[in-house]
């Protein structure tokens, strides 16, 4: 397994839906977990932190399922404003955490 | 507090040229990070520092060298710019909770 793997997508769906993406990590070890939002041609923004077994702020929850080594972020009332690249992001194995290891991103567009 | 800033934003360079790419942070992070990124491959981990006059190597360190001379600067160095180097260049510095805050980028052409 890939230290962090995504489901590239495209989503494409429409205003007021609920989309969920998926992030699997190979290292049981983790600790912390992040989302972060990437629109065209911008720098990647922290959307969300995850230390425990999720978070939720507003229309945006993510879970993590240590199980199943996975993480999820659900947007639910989607917004064309969601439209953008969805990183997740772990601390990196084996540099004792001082770097990060960024998946390649899940696209999302949203249509009126 | 303006968080990470990077110049320049935009650099045409031609091959063999050198440039430095400046970092600058005001949150007093310890841990500072450059990345390129380019279309389908994600973000990578060019350099990073843990701390004021260190510096290691991430994961694509070749042709570029960096220094950490003050806490809330990261340069990042070309020496002899190649075609392969065109990229968008980011930085960033981290809390110690591994929330990572990016700057805006840097758009480089190597012809």
């Known amino acids: 397994r890939k230290e962090v793997e995504q489901d590239p997508g495209p989503f494409n769906v429409p205003e007021g839906a609920t989309v969920a993406f998926n992030c699997t990590y190979s290292?049981?070890?983790?600790?912390?977990f992040f989302w972060y939002r990437q629109d065209c041609r911008k720098e990647p923004k922290l959307l969300m932190s995850v230390y425990s077994s999720g978070n939720e702020d507003g229309r945006f929850t993510a879970q993590l399922n240590r199980a199943s080594q996975y993480i999820s972020l659900l947007i639910r009332d989607s917004k064309l404003s969601d439209s953008a690249t969805y990183l997740c992001?772990?601390?990196?194995?084996?540099?004792?955490?001082?770097?990060?290891?960024f998946g390649k991103g899940t696209t999302l567009s949203v249509s009126s | 507090n303006a968080g990470v800033t990077q110049t320049p934003k935009f650099r045409v360079l031609k091959t063999g040229q050198s440039m430095t790419l400046l970092c600058a942070q005001d949150?007093?992070?310890?841990?500072m990070y450059w990345y390129r990124q380019d279309p389908g491959m994600g973000l990578r981990l060019i350099h990073y520092?843990?701390?004021?006059?260190?510096?290691a190597k991430g994961e694509v360190p070749d042709g570029y060298n960096v220094s950490r001379l003050k806490k809330q600067n990261f340069l990042l160095g070309l020496e002899s710019a190649a075609p392969s180097q065109t990229s968008v260049y980011f930085c960033a510095s981290r809390t110690s909770n591994y929330e990572q805050y990016f700057g805006p980028g840097t758009r480089l052409t190597v012809t």
């Open positions: 992001v772990l601390p990196q194995a084996n540099q004792a955490g001082t770097a990060l290891i």
């Open positions: 949150m007093n992070h310890e841990y």
């Open positions: 520092s843990v701390g004021e006059g260190t510096t």
């Open positions: 290292n049981s070890a983790s600790q912390s």
